[in-house]
């Protein structure tokens, strides 16, 4: 049956690509065509960097078990080393984090320009960060106690920064997940599992009364590919116990078991979180441009949780890190950085050098990130540009000077650029072709990525002054 239905969705979809109007017929789809314009989505968007925090269990080991180091994702240590649920579990009686301090955390988070922060309130391990009722794998029954996820709320959102909460679905503490459904028992089993899923939520929900968005993980196994009903489900519940609730694509599978993007292509959630670890590429998938997405990033290659060694691959820069930041914002999308507190709940040094370094161009220049999207301009060699929406003003953001100094500034009809300036400094403008300009860019050496703000124009028709060439 299932291949029948899935044999005539393929049929139908092929058929609309000659015929747009032929759709799929969807029960858990997508609930709309469009971008949200509401305050609640508009908010988000404006945010344009976060700060992803990974904090569980698994920092106490840092990737080392018994004497051995293992190189993969620290937070999938138990998987990597097999170690078995019960003594990975007993791991809580150790947590006991002295140095955490949910108040230097916020400020470091708001010194380094982020306007929101994601944080782990359960990975795969299966702890939770909050004292749920529907478990006593949590913080409440370690030797810490104290309730890490209101601690953060609180402290953030003091200092005006959004909390949004990471949910990993998977969890290999419960006994009833499932990564397949394949017998009557399984069925019944992972019934009981979404039922304790959606209580959790539903109680983080209704007891962190300001957390704007869900980020769902751990997804994209067949136990839930075929259980679509329940990912439309939670999303609709969580946007009724808080309106204006934000929630990724990753959380979501249609009735065929199509994930972010349904069987008749229509992003599913409120924004495309497919982008981990990689970027879009600013030419070539400008389509991004059309929907709301976030990009996560991690600072080593693969470590999301805190690992004791860094070494094994290349640490990303703060130059690096930034660049990604703005590459972001230039194609309307948000840039989540992630942090791995350890055991004690400090942060490593790396990792308060990129904060601070970030956070230093950041203050002089978060105005070309916060608030600002995709300028509709064609990419150049030098840098990026973005553009508050509707505003007539486009912010170059220079990353690679030539050696000319001459930066190429291609406009779409009818545009014209009026000046260009840095802080109070006017670089000249020169008009070199058919919408076409070179800034001429003197300054002698760069101390970081340059911000240089172009005022334009709408201009009328231009006349004959350019001829196309005849070939
Ligand atoms: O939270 C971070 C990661 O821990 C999580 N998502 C980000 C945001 C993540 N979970 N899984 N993955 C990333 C990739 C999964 C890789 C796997 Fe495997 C492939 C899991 C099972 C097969 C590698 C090989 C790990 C175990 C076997």
């Not at 620290?74 to 003594?87: C, W, Y």
């Not at 397949?180 to 962190?208: C, M, V």
């Not at 609709?236 to 309106?243: D, E, F, G, H, Q």
Request: proline letters at 4%.
């Amino acid at each position: 049956m299932k291949h029948t239905l899935t044999a005539l969705a393929l049929a139908i979809t092929f058929a609309g690509s000659t015929q747009a109007q032929t759709k799929t017929p969807l029960q858990y789809g997508a609930q709309t065509t469009e971008k949200r314009s509401d305050d609640a989505m508009q908010k988000w968007r404006s945010n344009r960097f976060g700060q992803f925090i990974h904090w569980g269990l698994y920092a106490i080991p840092g990737g080392v078990w018994n004497g051995k180091t293992y190189n993969y994702a620290a937070e999938f240590l138990k998987s990597s080393a097999r170690i078995p649920t019960s003594t990975w579990d007993s791991l809580m009686y150790q947590f006991n984090p002295k140095e955490f301090d949910a108040r230097a955390w916020a400020k470091m988070a708001k010194n380094m320009g982020a306007r929101y922060m994601t944080i782990t309130t359960k990975h795969h391990e299966g702890f939770c960060l909050w004292p749920s009722q529907y478990t006593s794998f949590h913080i409440g029954n370690t030797p810490f106690r104290r309730d890490i996820l209101k601690e953060l709320v609180e402290a953030y959102n003091a200092e005006g920064i959004d909390v949004n909460f990471y949910y990993s679905v998977l969890d290999w503490h419960h006994p009833d997940w499932r990564y397949d459904i394949q017998s009557p028992a399984d069925s019944i089993a992972f019934r009981r599992f979404l039922t304790f899923a959606g209580n959790q939520l539903k109680e983080l929900a209704t007891n962190y009364p300001t957390v704007k968005a869900f980020w769902f993980d751990g997804t994209w196994d067949s136990s839930i590919k075929k259980n679509g009903w329940w990912t439309l489900e939670m999303e609709k519940m969580l946007k009724s116990v808080r309106p204006g609730m934000i929630v990724n694509s990753r959380l979501r599978a249609d009735d065929f078991g199509k994930r972010h993007f349904d069987s008749n292509n229509q992003l599913m959630g409120d924004y495309e979180s497919g982008y981990e670890r990689r970027l879009p590429n600013a030419v070539k998938d400008v389509k991004v441009t059309q929907w709301d997405w976030e990009a996560c990033m991690t600072v080593p290659e693969n470590q999301w949780g805190y690992h004791r060694d860094w070494s094994v691959s290349h640490v990303k820069s703060p130059l690096e890190l930034l660049e990604m930041l703005v590459h972001s914002t230039s194609m309307g999308g948000n840039f989540l950085l992630n942090f791995g507190p350890d055991g004690n709940g400090g942060f490593r040094k790396e990792e308060l050098h990129i904060a601070k370094t970030i956070g230093n161009w950041m203050q002089q220049h978060g105005n070309v990130i916060w608030n600002c999207g995709y300028a509709g301009w064609e990419k150049q060699d030098w840098g990026y540009f973005t553009r508050q929406e509707g505003s007539a003003v486009v912010n170059m953001i220079v990353f690679n000077k030539p050696v000319s100094g001459l930066l190429k500034v291609k406009v779409p009809n009818n545009v014209k650029i009026l000046t260009a300036r840095s802080g109070n400094k006017a670089w000249k403008v020169e008009e070199i072709a058919k919408n076409e300009y070179y800034i001429h860019y003197t300054a002698k050496k760069m101390t970081g990525p340059e911000v240089i703000v172009l005022e334009t124009e709408k201009a009328g028709q231009q006349g004959d002054k350019y001829q196309e060439a005849k070939t």
